[in-house]
């Protein structure tokens, strides 16, 4: 797992890097910004009496902010949306029996919208119920059934046929029904949650990734390592509750040769930027402070020869597939 709960002293942890002093700067702006929205009154959707003694420009200037957060969290969530959506479907042999339809859409409820920002999205989306689709991809069963933007999905119905799946949507108000095919993937929740923290994790039911920690990695291919990981730790079933010091360290090196492995199928580029992905782990008190998970040394080793596995596989022209080690 990628986690920062520990209990030790902020004394063992490594010196922070410039590189990484920025980050925490900019992270601290982010959640300065977010703290003061909260700090507003919900956004109006008409001009309240209470509002009489504001100027019109701090008006503007407020929802512009709020529509600057919003759009910020979409791009987030479809971002991370994709990178998990490609692993599912790479991952979908080993995953099995436990997969269900990937759709190549992200549809989102309004209950997924972190609280400050709600009332800017019933502006956007409404107040009905449902899953409101903020992206479609291209080349995949909803772009192909013409899934738009800006629909609600209202039901799924597998119940027809193995290949088929009926789909119910809204869309500006008039009902409709799309059939799509049916392409597996692992069945297991990935979502995007607002935290200051650059943190992801599984709990054995859905796997979390935070805000701080997309906007550290810009890179997809290392989010998809790291989602990738966690995707690892469901796919074996292992439980972070459970205890013993060799059983824990071997379930985060299984899992991270998943994670490299399901972002190969996936087709995302080799990452050899191991250190980015070590240096996270450093800034979050991952190692030293943390016995139950291999150290940085040997996971470093360890990232390294599994990425040249597979880079030697590629120049074969063998295939890219999941095993374990």
Same mark, same amino acid.
Not at 224 to 242: D, K, M, P, S, W
């Given at each position: 797992?990628?986690?920062?709960?520990?209990?030790?002293?902020?004394?063992?942890?490594?010196?922070?890097?410039?590189?990484?002093?920025?980050?925490?700067?900019?992270?601290?702006?982010?959640?300065?910004?977010?703290?003061?929205?909260?700090?507003?009154?919900?956004?109006?959707?008409?001009?309240?009496?209470?509002?009489?003694?504001?100027?019109?420009?701090?008006?503007?200037?407020?929802?512009?902010?709020?529509?600057?957060?919003?759009?910020?969290?979409?791009?987030?969530?479809?971002?991370?949306?994709?990178?998990?959506?490609?692993?599912?479907?790479?991952?979908?042999?080993?995953?099995?029996?436990?997969?269900?339809?990937?759709?190549?859409?992200? #549809?989102?409820?309004?209950?997924?919208?972190?609280?400050?920002?709600?009332?800017?999205?019933?502006? !956007?989306? #409404?107040?009905?119920? #449902?899953?409101?689709?903020?992206?479609?991809?291209?080349?995949?069963?909803?772009?192909?059934?013409?899934?738009?933007?800006?629909?609600?999905?209202?039901?799924?119905?597998?119940? !027809?046929?193995?290949? !088929?799946?009926?789909?119910?949507?809204?869309?500006?108000?008039?009902?409709?029904?799309?059939?799509?095919?049916?392409?597996? #993937?692992?069945?297991?929740?990935?979502?995007?949650?607002?935290?200051?923290?650059?943190?992801?994790?599984?709990?054995?039911?859905?796997?979390?990734?935070?805000?701080?920690?997309?906007?550290?990695?810009?890179?997809?291919?290392?989010?998809?390592?790291?989602?990738?990981?966690?995707?690892?730790?469901?796919?074996?079933?292992?439980?972070?509750?459970?205890?013993?010091?060799?059983?824990?360290?071997?379930?985060?090196?299984?899992?991270?040769?998943?994670?490299?492995?399901?972002?190969?199928?996936?087709?995302?580029?080799?990452?050899?930027?191991?250190?980015?992905?070590?240096?996270?782990?450093?800034?979050?008190?991952?190692?030293?402070?943390?016995?139950?998970?291999?150290?940085?040394?040997?996971?470093?080793?360890?990232?390294?020869?599994?990425?040249?596995?597979?880079?030697?596989?590629?120049?074969?022209?063998?295939?890219?597939?999941?095993?374990?080690?």
């Amino acid at each position: 797992m990628i986690e920062s709960r520990t209990e030790s002293s902020s004394a063992d942890a490594p010196r922070p890097t410039r590189s990484r002093r920025a980050a925490r700067s900019h992270s601290r702006w982010i959640a300065a910004i977010f703290a003061l929205l909260a700090s507003f009154a919900p956004f109006p959707t008409s001009a309240a009496p209470s509002d009489a003694r504001v100027s019109e420009h701090v008006r503007a200037e407020r929802a512009r902010l709020y529509a600057l957060a919003f759009d910020n969290w979409v791009a987030q969530t479809v971002r991370l949306q994709d990178v998990a959506q490609r692993l599912k479907i790479a991952g979908r042999d080993v995953c099995a029996p436990d997969v269900s339809p990937v759709l190549g859409a992200v #549809g989102v409820r309004l209950d997924d919208v972190p609280d400050v920002l709600k009332p800017l999205a019933v502006e !956007r989306f #409404g107040e009905g119920k #449902g899953r409101h689709v903020i992206a479609v991809f291209a080349d995949t069963p909803a772009d192909r059934a013409g899934l738009e933007i800006g629909d609600t999905l209202i039901a799924v119905d597998e119940s !027809r046929e193995r290949d !088929r799946l009926r789909v119910e949507i809204d869309r500006s108000g008039a009902h409709s029904t799309l059939e799509m095919e049916v392409v597996p #993937g692992c069945a297991d929740p990935i979502e995007l949650i607002d935290l200051e923290e650059v943190n992801a994790y599984a709990d054995g039911r859905s796997i979390s990734v935070t805000t701080a920690l997309m906007r550290t990695f810009s890179d997809d291919a290392m989010l998809a390592q790291i989602v990738g990981h966690e995707l690892g730790h469901h796919i074996y079933g292992h439980n972070r509750f459970q205890r013993g010091l060799f059983r824990s360290r071997r379930r985060e090196a299984l899992a991270d040769y998943v994670g490299v492995y399901l972002a190969a199928i996936a087709g995302y580029p080799i990452a050899t930027d191991t250190e980015k992905l070590l240096e996270l782990q450093q800034d979050i008190q991952y190692f030293g402070a943390r016995n139950d998970h291999p150290t940085t040394a040997s996971r470093d080793l360890a990232l390294r020869k599994t990425l040249e596995e597979i880079r030697q596989k590629q120049a074969r022209g063998e295939p890219i597939l999941l095993v374990s080690p």
